[in-house]
């Protein structure tokens, strides 16, 4: 029998809660109770967005997601001396460095550790004193992980939002070579002691070829599941998520037929 793979897990993006309650100002919708909807549906994680220019999760979310979600934080930020300082204060179990500009409307690719050797280095380890996991999020690049594991990182997260692109755009060759840039960056990433994740742009049908990456530890999702909230709801968007997610991984682990 082959060994099983681990379990996958789900970790779940609130920052889009927020992003409707800023829209017109005051407190809803909130997006910790989001949290603890997801938390009660079966999500392993929550990860929020930190943004250098709030415009979706602020400072008091993460402050309440902290003290209010047993589910383990994942916050994502950018890689300044404001945001190592709340994450020092805060100290969530995990943080996730990401590539932040201004203009973009999410984030468009992995962050460039090549270039950035020696300050995030000194960056990763500020952070790992306080007891943090420092997740770096990157494109599926040999250099870049390869960099990622030289520089300390626990764990990368591989940018899926190109391969999402190209499902959409049907170019099935581009799909075939996209997914096996995801592949092949799992297993390098693996062979270093990395731990895996991945995430962006994944939806109950993209999600399925990633989540068969043995490899992948969890993924990441966030936009499309609070956007299929609005019309069925956190807990069932969560629950079908995290059942497909499942079935992929006992589909992998299933002795082909004699």
Partial sequence: MKPLLNELRLGV???????????RGG?????????????????????AH?????????DDDIARLRSNVALPLNLEMAATEEMLAIALR?????VCLVPEKRQELTTEGGLNIYRNKKYLH?????LKAAGTRVSLFIDPSGKQIEAAAEIGADIVELHTGRYCEVV????RKEEARELKRLVEGATFAAGFGLE????????FETVKPVAAIPELVELNIGHFLIGEAIFIGMEAVVTDMRKIMHEVRLGVNAEPTP
Avoid: K, Y
């Avoid at 993006?13 to 829209?23: F, G, L, P, Q, S």
């Avoid at 959409?168 to 170019?171: C, E, F, K």
């Fill in 13 to 23: 993006n609130i920052d889009h809660v927020a992003t409707i309650r800023n829209a």
């Fill in 27 to 47: 407190i809803h919708p909130d997006p910790v109770r989001a949290a603890l909807m997801a938390a009660d549906a079966g999500a392993d994680g929550i990860t």
């Fill in 50 to 58: 930190l943004r250098e220019d709030r415009r979706h999760i602020s």
């Fill in 90 to 94: 805060h100290i969530p179990n995990a």
């Fill in 122 to 126: 000194d960056f990763i380890q500020a």
């Fill in 168 to 171: 959409l755009g049907a170019d």
């Fill in 196 to 203: 895996v994740h991945a995430g962006h742009g994944l939806d």
